[in-house]
T-cell receptor, first 117, second 111 residues
């Protein structure tokens, strides 16, 4: 149990375009999902916490208008990178916590590698 | 002071040895602690969680927690080359659902 998927696994887009990344919990319901970004040889950086049916909470320094997060159901959250630029090229990873759980364990998706040309 | 401190390594151990990974954290209110393994180019994988002081064993892995010292560790017995990865320590931030990740310790297990 506790499988999280992401789609696409990799994407190349041109500068100025938008890219949507999907995160799904396949075998459990997730009230809360998290979006991270990781640059090569660096640690995970939390971008935002997404709660089903409410607005996401963004970490300091993360532009909410650039990184749009929607958590419309208990199994799906999406991250849209708007007007992408080469500096947005990174490894984007989502994670999910079980609804009703008290352990706060996060299960990670396989990640999406974004390259902006 | 960083919220979560880990020795970046690499920590090199021979196959079959015990690998000891350490982590200190600054948030005294943290109650939940997690260890993740991340292979190069992959996403993190949860390997252990611990909530109470003392030891928790799961197969070859033992997590140790000392809240008074704000210290958590992970022991890997009978280390295998397949254990070579970066290990991330992640306490849960008090009052929040989010985890605070350390920069990780890179472990190299040589055959």
């Amino acid at each position: 149990g506790a499988v999280v998927s992401q789609h696409p696994s990799w994407v190349i887009c041109k500068s100025g375009t938008s890219v949507k990344i999907e995160c799904r919990s396949l075998d459990f319901q997730a009230t809360t999902m998290f979006w991270y970004r990781q640059f090569p040889k660096q640690s995970l950086m939390l971008m935002a916490t997404s709660n089903e049916g409410s607005k996401a909470t963004y970490e300091q320094g993360v532009e909410k208008d650039k990184f749009l997060i929607n958590h419309a159901s208990l199994t799906l959250s999406t991250l849209t990178v708007t007007s992408a630029h080469p500096e947005d090229s990174s490894f984007y990873i989502c994670s999910a916590s079980r609804t009703g759980g008290s352990s706060y364990e996060q299960y990670f998706g396989p990640g999406t590698r974004l390259t902006v040309t | 002071q960083k919220e979560v401190e880990q020795n970046s390594g690499p920590l090199s151990v021979p196959e079959g040895a015990i690998a000891s990974l350490n982590c200190t954290y600054s948030d005294r209110g943290s109650q939940s602690f997690f260890w993740y393994r991340q292979y190069s180019g992959k996403s993190p994988e949860l390997i252990m969680s611990i909530y109470s002081n003392g030891d928790k064993e799961d197969g070859r892995f033992t997590a140790q927690l000392n809240k008074a010292s704000q210290y958590v560790s992970l022991l890997i017995r009978d280390s295998q080359p397949s254990d070579s990865a970066t290990y991330l320590c992640a306490p849960r931030s008090t009052g929040f659902q989010k985890l605070v990740f350390g920069t990780g310790t890179r472990l190299l297990v040589s055959p």
